[in-house]
């Protein structure tokens, strides 16, 4: 038996709230910026309003007690301030009314 690469992140979605293409959509955007720095991302099904990030267990944003669903830019952050905080994160990095 192999042991699980890290970092792993979980995406736990209602499923009787419809949030498949959600969670999917925010795991694609995590793939594409992370690449293979990524161990796995996962998509869990759940119930009763769920939606949930961890990464390696932690839990880094939860629909009710964060208010509502993330944007992908703020995930990103969150990911990248725990797996390779000095990674440049180009226009995620930048505020508005900055330059270049």
């Not at 939860?62 to 440049?88: C, H, N, Q």
Request: proline letters at 4%; charged letters at 30%; glycine letters at 12%.
């Amino acid at each position: 038996m192999t042991q699980a690469r890290t970092p792993r992140i979980t995406i736990t979605y209602c499923t009787g709230c419809n949030w498949l293409l959600r969670a999917g959509w925010m795991a694609q955007e995590l793939l594409q910026s992370f690449g293979e720095d990524l161990g796995e991302v996962a998509l869990i099904p759940g119930y009763g309003g769920i939606y949930e990030i961890h990464l390696n267990g932690d839990l880094i944003w939860e629909r009710k007690r964060d208010g509502g669903f993330p944007d992908a830019k703020e995930i990103k952050r969150r990911i990248r301030d725990v797996i390779d905080p000095s990674r440049d994160m180009g226009h995620i990095d930048r505020h508005a009314g900055d330059s270049a």
